[in-house]
């Protein structure tokens, strides 16, 4: 596992392997209340400090893509989804 940083926006790296010997490479992040976290242990106690004041809505971002034909060619198609994305759908995952 390694952090991924792109502009504005971090993101966890696993690359996982099926059963079929397939491998992906997956990028997460989670937004809590318009702010977003890399790592789990840090978001949270923020959350939970946040939810005593007012309620705050939380998501976890999971992209995910096969390696093929390698992860480099995978990390690059989702860092270009990243670039031209990323603001909109963190703006999307706003309070419902």
Same mark, same amino acid.
């Given at each position: 596992?390694?952090?991924?940083?792109?502009?504005?926006?971090?993101?966890?790296?696993v690359?996982?392997?099926?059963?079929?010997?397939?491998?992906?490479?997956?990028?997460?992040?989670?937004?809590?209340?318009?702010?977003?976290?890399?790592?789990?242990?840090?978001?949270?106690?923020?959350? #939970?400090?946040?939810? *005593?004041?007012?309620?705050?809505?939380?998501?976890?971002? @999971? /992209?995910k893509? +096969?390696?093929? =034909?390698?992860c480099?060619? #995978?990390?690059?198609? *989702?860092?270009?989804?990243?670039?031209k994305?990323?603001? @909109? /759908?963190?703006? +999307?995952?706003? =309070?419902?």
């Amino acid at each position: 596992m390694t952090r991924e940083v792109l502009g504005d926006y971090g993101y966890w790296e696993v690359v996982a392997v099926d059963n079929d010997g397939r491998r992906r490479v997956i990028w997460s992040m989670y937004d809590i209340g318009g702010r977003t976290f890399v790592i789990p242990i840090i978001s949270q106690p923020w959350y #939970g400090l946040r939810a *005593l004041t007012v309620p705050r809505y939380s998501v976890l971002f @999971a /992209l995910k893509v +096969a390696c093929v =034909p390698s992860c480099a060619e #995978g990390r690059s198609t *989702l860092g270009d989804f990243v670039h031209k994305m990323g603001s @909109a /759908l963190v703006a +999307a995952a706003g =309070p419902v």
